[in-house]
Nanobody, 123 residues
């Protein structure tokens, strides 16, 4: 059973960088053909795919967030990390990490997803 757990600060000030970590257990982030995504859901809105890293370490980003988003990983800890810079109150959302197979993007289906973590952007 694969388990994903998000961690990071629940409150970030405007203009700062949001940093979240996803710790994966029960499966390796380097296992072939799997993709590890960050998605978010602002209050009252639909889920939004932000970006992903594949098993080789290649990254993929939503065009609308690409200029502010960076995804990295620590294979020794089986973790991958999201950094979102220059945050505004519009980045307030529940942030999830998730796994998919064979592809990424807003329409992809995920076989495992973390429980999510609330991040509020406020001064």
């Amino acid at each position: 059973q694969v388990k994903l757990q998000e961690s990071g600060p629940g409150l970030v000030k405007p203009s700062q960088t949001l940093s979240l970590t996803c710790t994966v257990s029960g499966g390796s982030i380097t296992t072939a053909n799997y993709y590890w995504s960050w998605i978010r859901q602002p209050p009252g809105k639909e889920l939004e795919w932000m970006g992903a890293m594949d098993y080789r370490g290649s990254t993929y980003y939503s065009p609308s967030l690409k200029s502010r988003t960076s995804i990295s990983r620590d294979t020794s800890k089986n973790q991958f990390t999201l950094q979102l810079s220059s945050v505004t109150p519009e980045d307030t959302a529940v942030y999830y990490c998730a796994r998919s197979k064979y592809g990424v993007g807003p329409a992809i289906e995920y076989d495992y997803r973390g429980q999510g973590t609330q991040v509020t952007v406020s001064s």
